[in-house]
């Protein structure tokens, strides 16, 4: 059996859209119904968008009303000249871009050809349908859910994969053994995008003051996500039980009990500096293949210098977040 699910958007647009054409049915206005249709495209998944489908919308349409005149009443209401109009019109719409109204002002060039008549009667009767449609949407649009806990419920779920994938990484530099799978990989990638998308969606309805904490913090875990990648393929080339592994292994252990604290992250890059000191103190490897593991293993060093770098940023956002 199919799931039926009504979403937030499309319960707004119901009620907006009876909003439009009850508001036009009262004023009697002709081609009332054409409210509707503008409601429904501006009614967008965030208070940003929507006002900028809105803003493009009623601009395209108030500029629609001057081509229709000096067209329509300059040559002749005939459909070669509905044509000719539109040759102009959407170029101009693409250079103000505001081509995102062309569809509704083009409804409003066809009424008023429909009248056969560009008369101040009939042109206040579009503007008021235009607005009333616009105003519908934008009222509708004044809410929007809370998006605060979906994103934290988001951040710990990021969080635990990420500290999850490094414990993993540790275990592997110890015993050979690969725990993870690709898909563990795979949807720890799919969640951090989903996690940022969210987040642009949340700083999008923020029109007065915005704070983008969860945008950055998003776009941060995902470079780091990117780092983790690298630094899992660099480790499936190394096979010898070399001494560093364990140096490094203990490093990651230490970094992932750091994972969840707000602790200033420059003591992980003061110890990561210790082993690297140490790691230099180990005598030259005997042979090439211990020699390439070496080389990875320092490879794998500078993608967690660069991995924790990120982290110190994201904690210096964190403070400025709760100082303001």
């Known amino acids: ?9 499309t319960i707004k647009t119901a009620a907006a859209v009876s909003i439009a054409i009850t508001i036009g049915q009262y004023f009697d206005l002709q081609f009332y119904v054409f409210s509707a249709i503008i409601t429904i495209l501006c009614v967008q998944t965030s208070k940003k968008k929507s006002l900028e489908s809105a803003s493009a919308r009623f601009m395209a349409c108030m500029l629609a009303i001057p081509f229709t005149y000096v ?21 101009t719409t693409v250079f103000l871009k505001i081509n995102e109204g062309v569809v509704t002002s083009t409804v409003i060039i066809l009424h008023i050809y429909l009248t056969g008549q560009v008369s101040w009667s009939i042109v206040l009767n579009e503007i008021a349908l235009v607005l009333i449609g616009v105003g519908s ?14 994103l934290q419920k988001k951040q710990e779920e990021v969080e635990t994969n990420i500290q999850h994938i490094i414990s993993e990484i540790a275990e592997y530099l110890r015993t050979n053994q690969k725990l993870w799978t690709e898909q563990e990989i795979t949807d720890s990638v799919k969640g951090i995008r989903e996690a940022k ?13 915005k704070d ?15 780092i983790l990648e690298r630094l899992i393929l660099n480790m499936e080339h ?27 992250k420059t003591i992980c890059l003061k110890k990561l500096k210790r082993v690297e000191e140490d790691f230099k103190k180990v005598p030259l490897p005997e042979t090439w293949e211990t020699f390439e593991a070496r080389a990875h293993l320092l490879l794998i060093v500078r993608e967690l210098e660069y991995y924790l770098s990120i982290t110190t940023k994201m904690n ?9």
Do not use: C, W
Request: zero cysteines; proline letters at 5%.
């Open 137 to 150: 949407a934008l009222l509708v649009n004044l809410y929007m859910p809370n998006l605060e806990r979906e």
């Open 1 to 9: 059996m199919m799931k039926y699910k009504i979403g937030f958007r």
């Open 71 to 91: 067209f329509f009443e300059g040559i002749s209401f005939s459909p070669p000249v509905i044509g000719l109009l539109l040759l102009f019109f959407i170029p």
């Open 238 to 264: 190394i096979h010898p039980m070399v001494e560093q592994r364990y140096l490094i292994a203990d490093f990651i252990e230490f970094v992932s009990s750091y994972f969840h604290s707000n602790t200033d």
């Open 212 to 226: 983008d904490y969860y945008y950055r913090y998003f776009t941060i875990r995902e470079k780091q996500m990117e």
């Open 316 to 324: 210096a956002s964190r403070k400025k977040m709760a100082y303001n």
């Open 197 to 209: 998308s969210l987040a642009y969606r949340n700083l999008e309805n923020q029109l007065s003051k």
